[in-house]
């Protein structure tokens, strides 16, 4: 199983970013997909997840309101769409399938499977 989390960048704050997560290989077709984040000399934490059916969608404090996850059908990318983005949302953003289907939020799940990540620098 592999994942591809691709889209970040640079951004002024303020502004907006979709990531993207492509899942492939031998796995279910209905899985959770967590994105996690990494800011320099931090621990790593959980920013949004969505459930196999995209039936429930959990967010971490700092990021509700702001940053939208969403997927299409079982076999399409899962997005994150990041909105009225700040400097402390700076960070290498994670992918990562959770066969726990998102039950328990961010940061309580089983992560199985994990992408490469993807930058995110926001500034001005």
């Known amino acids: 199983v592999q994942l591809q989390a691709s889209g970040g960048g640079l951004v002024q704050p303020g502004g907006s970013l979709r990531l993207s997560c492509a899942v492939s290989?031998?796995?279910?077709?209905?899985?959770?997909v967590a994105w996690f984040r990494q800011a320099p000399g931090k621990e790593r934490k959980g920013v949004a997840c969505?459930?196999?059916?995209?039936?429930?969608?959990r967010y971490g404090d700092s990021v509700k309101g702001r940053f939208t996850i969403s997927r299409g059908n079982a076999k399409s990318p899962v997005y994150l769409q990041m909105n009225s983005l700040k400097s402390e949302d700076t960070a290498v953003y994670y992918c990562?399938?959770?066969?726990?289907?998102?039950?328990?939020?961010?940061?309580?799940?089983?992560?199985?499977?994990w992408g490469q990540g993807t930058q995110v620098t926001v500034s001005s």
């Open positions: 969505i459930s196999g059916d995209a039936s429930r969608m």
């Open positions: 990562a399938t959770d066969s726990a289907d998102c039950k328990y939020g961010v940061d309580y799940g089983n992560y199985d499977y």
């Open positions: 290989g031998p796995i279910l077709s209905d899985y959770a």
